[in-house]
């Protein structure tokens, strides 16, 4: 076998590795690119349901403030402070997810809160103070008027197109992973092709490699026994490739020096 044969077999075998790397390199940037866009779509389903829940909490607190005038029952006081609690507890969560994109739109939601807030605490206050005759009806429809025209508007404000981008990235992200699954899927099959290309190269390559070391520990062997003197030392001449002809030249060698001896002995 010509030792090109050897040398061109362990280039494609290299050339295989290489494709194996190449592959396994856009697959890790395609599970990275999945796994930062997951975490992106939590992060953004965690803000979305925050918003929701900062909405439910408002309605939560408008209902009770409405009927607190008319009852003054300390359970709608209750519900007021659970509401605000819950409002609270999710406004953090809208903030850590928003903050850097909307930070000017939750300044000024929490500039219309606080003062939607003191409303409430006029509404309380008022009627706690004269149950009987109070004015608390009327700062009752100034809050709503301000909760309608200013931060309710904000909310929605917030949460529309935040529900929308979490739509669009949801779909982002169902056809990246239909194309992640057909890439997989031709890269798995790549390298099991690949795998069973580099087993086979690997077993001729060992083969032809034993194989020439042999007929050149043959040829080594000839050579000895031709130094000592040794002139019909056997020498393999039929092999072929490159170590066929360095047979060949050996035995012209050991022939002609044959040849040379018996002139001298003559």
């Known amino acids: 076998m010509r030792l090109t044969y050897i040398r061109r077999l362990m280039v494609i075998q290299a050339v295989i590795v290489l494709l194996l790397v190449i592959s396994a390199f856009f697959t890790a940037t395609n599970l990275n ?26 309605e939560e607190e408008r209902i009770a403030i409405g ?42 939601i929490e500039t219309s809160r606080a003062t939607y807030e003191d409303y409430l605490n006029n509404i309380i206050t008022e009627y706690q103070s004269n149950p009987e005759n109070n004015d608390s009806a009327s700062f009752l429809r100034d809050a709503i008027n301000y909760y309608l025209q200013n931060l309710g508007p904000k909310i929605a404000d917030l949460s529309e197109p935040a529900f929308q981008k979490l739509v669009s990235q949801v779909e982002t992200e169902r056809a990246r992973a239909k194309r992640l699954a057909i890439f997989s899927g031709v890269a798995l099959a790549f390298s099991v092709i690949v795998g069973v290309m580099v087993v086979v190269l690997v077993a001729v390559v060992l083969l032809f490699s034993g194989r020439m ?54």
Do not use: H, K
Not at 33 to 58: C, H, K, P
Not at 70 to 92: H, K, M, P
């Open 33 to 58: 690119r999945s796994l930062a866009l997951t975490i992106e779509l939590t992060n953004l389903q965690e803000g979305v349901q925050a918003t929701g829940n900062i909405a439910d909490a408002l």
């Open 213 to 266: 070391i042999q007929a050149i520990q043959n040829i080594v062997d000839a050579t000895n026994q031709i130094s000592r003197g040794d002139m019909d030392a056997y020498i393999d001449v039929d092999q072929g490739g490159d170590i066929g002809d360095l047979a060949q030249a050996i035995d012209r060698m050991r022939t002609s020096l044959r040849a040379a001896i018996e002139r001298l002995r003559r």
């Open 67 to 108: 009927q607190y005038p008319l009852t003054g029952s300390e359970d709608l006081l209750t519900r007021i402070a659970d509401a605000q609690a819950v409002y609270n507890e999710n406004w953090q969560v809208v903030t850590r997810v928003f903050g850097a994109e909307q930070s000017q739109l939750l300044a000024d």
